[in-house]
């Protein structure tokens, strides 16, 4: 019987969890911070070629998005031809004129001069579309752009 | 009198609380920032000047057929020897006189380039090429500059060009921006991103 005696006098004292909220707060800060909400719901297949001389596209607030790439499988109605997409919906060649002049017009004015345009491309769209993207923009004069890639060997595009 | 102690509030349900937040960060999070390739569009076409004439031998061109095969002088070549043969053709300096090149490591050979200044690239790509391999080819070229200037860069500053770059950009960099903005500049004068991209072909029938 003396063994089972003992036993309550050696029993560890229970671990305070007194400090768990406050690690999990630190972590929610962390993520609240570091988040970025995605403004746009993408309407199309969105699969970024590979590119390894690359820059960051750092200052979000100065950034015109153009998305193209043939219409995900929710939107398989519309086609299944390349497709734009200018905030939420298709939009044809022609808007992104009114689109980019609108973007532009919409940011302060002494940020204006440093836009720059992210052509999200899908890596199975045809050149021509794009090429279509490019003379829209060079007809508005925005002519800084960047083809949003992720990061890897170019010799992962061609097999 | 019995003093009234106001009742502790019970913290457990804190963390629960805390935890329910947190993960709905997590999930709405995208920590990715954009990367890519910057490219500088030409201005419209109707403000182009006529082009001045450039000779053949300063002309390097590259094609991208509606079959996503890749011809670097009318001949076709694979991707991995793109970037080695636009070096070749950049830092050749086969010009004499006021075109030489000093500071060019090339073959010399008077069939190719003359000056790093007048070597054009011109990038040819048909309606129907994929993106990709558009990307993948431009991604070369682009590399092939970039082995130059960094080249050029550790010889003549001690730092490689894309090191540099990253300096510019660095809020806490110590040293001295405006003059880091003028040796960028000096580099990138002395391989100057030519790369000319024409209308795309129709694909001929």
């Known amino acids: 019987?003396?063994?089972?005696?003992?036993?309550?006098?050696?029993?560890?004292?229970?671990?305070?969890?007194?400090?768990?909220?406050?690690?999990?707060?630190?972590?929610?800060?962390?993520?609240?911070?570091?988040?970025?909400?995605?403004?746009?719901?993408?309407?199309?297949?969105?699969?970024?070629?590979?590119?390894?001389?690359?820059?960051?596209?750092?200052?979000?607030?100065?950034?015109?998005?153009?998305?193209?790439?043939?219409?995900?499988?929710?939107?398989?109605?519309?086609?299944?031809?390349?497709?734009?997409?200018?905030?939420?919906?298709?939009?044809?060649?022609?808007?992104?004129?009114?689109?980019?002049?609108?973007?532009?017009?919409?940011?302060?004015?002494?940020?204006?001069?440093?836009?720059t345009t992210a052509l999200k491309v899908d890596k199975d769209t045809k050149m021509?579309?794009?090429?279509?993207?490019?003379?829209?923009?060079?007809?508005?004069?925005?002519?800084?752009?960047?083809?949003?890639t992720k990061t890897g060997q170019a010799s992962n595009n061609i097999q | 009198m019995a003093r009234r102690l106001a009742p502790e509030v019970n913290a457990g349900s804190m963390a629960d609380i805390a935890f329910l937040l947190l993960i709905f960060f997590l999930v709405s999070t995208t920590i990715e920032t954009d990367y890519g390739i910057s490219r500088r569009l030409p201005p419209p076409p109707e403000e182009i000047k006529p082009e001045v004439h450039v000779r053949?031998?300063?002309?390097?061109?590259?094609?991208?057929?509606?079959?996503?095969?890749?011809?670097?002088?009318?001949?076709?070549?694979?991707?991995?020897?793109?970037?080695?043969?636009?070096?070749?053709?950049?830092?050749?300096?086969?010009?004499?006189?006021?075109?030489?090149?000093?500071?060019?490591?090339?073959?010399?050979?008077?069939?190719?380039?003359?000056?790093?200044?007048?070597?054009?690239?011109?990038?040819?790509?048909?309606?129907?090429?994929?993106?990709?391999?558009?990307i993948a080819v431009q991604n070369e070229l682009i590399s092939a500059y970039n082995e130059l200037r960094n080249r050029e860069a550790l010889r003549v500053y001690g730092v490689s060009f894309t090191e540099m770059k990253v300096q510019l950009k660095d809020v806490n960099h110590s040293g001295d921006k405006s003059k880091l903005k003028e040796r960028i500049k000096e580099i990138q004068a002395m391989y100057p991103e030519k790369l000319s991209e024409a209308e795309p072909l129709t694909a001929e029938l």
């Open chain 1, 128 to 148: 021509g579309l794009v090429g279509d993207i490019k003379k829209e923009l060079r007809a508005v004069h925005m002519l800084k752009i960047n083809y949003t």
């Open chain 2, 56 to 134: 053949e031998k300063n002309l390097f061109r590259v094609e991208l057929n509606q079959v996503n095969e890749l011809f670097v002088e009318k001949k076709p070549l694979r991707l991995k020897q793109l970037k080695a043969a636009a070096i070749d053709f950049l830092d050749n300096g086969g010009g004499v006189d006021t075109e030489y090149c000093s500071y060019c490591k090339g073959m010399r050979d008077p069939k190719s380039s003359d000056n790093p200044n007048k070597a054009i690239i011109s990038l040819i790509n048909s309606r129907e090429t994929n993106y990709e391999a558009y």
């Open chain 1, 1 to 115: 019987m003396s063994i089972f005696k003992k036993k309550p006098k050696t029993e560890l004292p229970a671990i305070s969890t007194a400090s768990l909220p406050d690690i999990v707060f630190m972590l929610l800060f962390f993520f609240m911070v570091a988040t970025v909400m995605r403004n746009d719901t993408l309407i199309v297949k969105n699969e970024l070629p590979y590119a390894d001389q690359i820059e960051k596209l750092d200052r979000k607030n100065m950034v015109i998005h153009i998305y193209a790439g043939k219409p995900s499988s929710r939107y398989k109605n519309v086609g299944t031809e390349a497709k734009i997409q200018l905030n939420d919906k298709f939009a044809p060649v022609q808007e992104i004129k009114s689109f980019v002049l609108e973007e532009i017009k919409s940011k302060p004015e002494e940020l204006r001069p440093f836009l």
